[in-house]
């Protein structure tokens, strides 16, 4: 059983940056694969960014491409989502995801890949 706490949300103008800590308790990250998704209102839970459980190999949804930066510290057992130059359109509740052992391109922006969720943390950018 893994169990995930995302922090670091909050209110930020547009162009800034936040960090989003993910802690993991019970099974580390170093066996897991890891995704962060988000939910603006009214919208479907999509997919942002993720880390295969080996750390090398990272995926990014193309709208954060080259502003969110994904990565892990296993030694905290922590999965961090690093966001820059944000725009209004950021905005939404974002949540961490976790499932065990490997994970594949074409599996890795599904939201029923991943079986443990975090509670979500809000982020909100303002124009």
């Known amino acids: 059983q893994v169990q995930l706490v995302e922090s670091g949300g909050g209110l930020v103008q547009a162009g800034g940056s936040l960090r989003l800590s993910c802690a993991a308790s019970g099974r580390t990250f170093s066996t897991h694969s890891i995704g962060w998704f988000r939910q603006a209102p009214g919208k479907e839970r999509e997919f942002v960014a993720a880390?295969?459980?080996?750390?090398?190999?990272?995926y990014y949804a193309d709208s954060v491409k080259g502003r969110f930066t994904i990565s892990k510290d296993n030694a905290k057992n922590t999965v961090y989502l690093q966001m820059n130059s944000l725009k209004p359109e950021d905005t939404a509740v974002y949540y961490c995801a976790a499932t065990p052992g490997g994970i594949s391109a074409s599996r890795v922006m599904g939201v029923m890949t991943y079986n443990y969720w975090g509670q979500g943390t809000q982020v909100t950018v303002s124009s």
């Open positions: 880390m295969d459980w080996s750390g090398l190999n990272t």
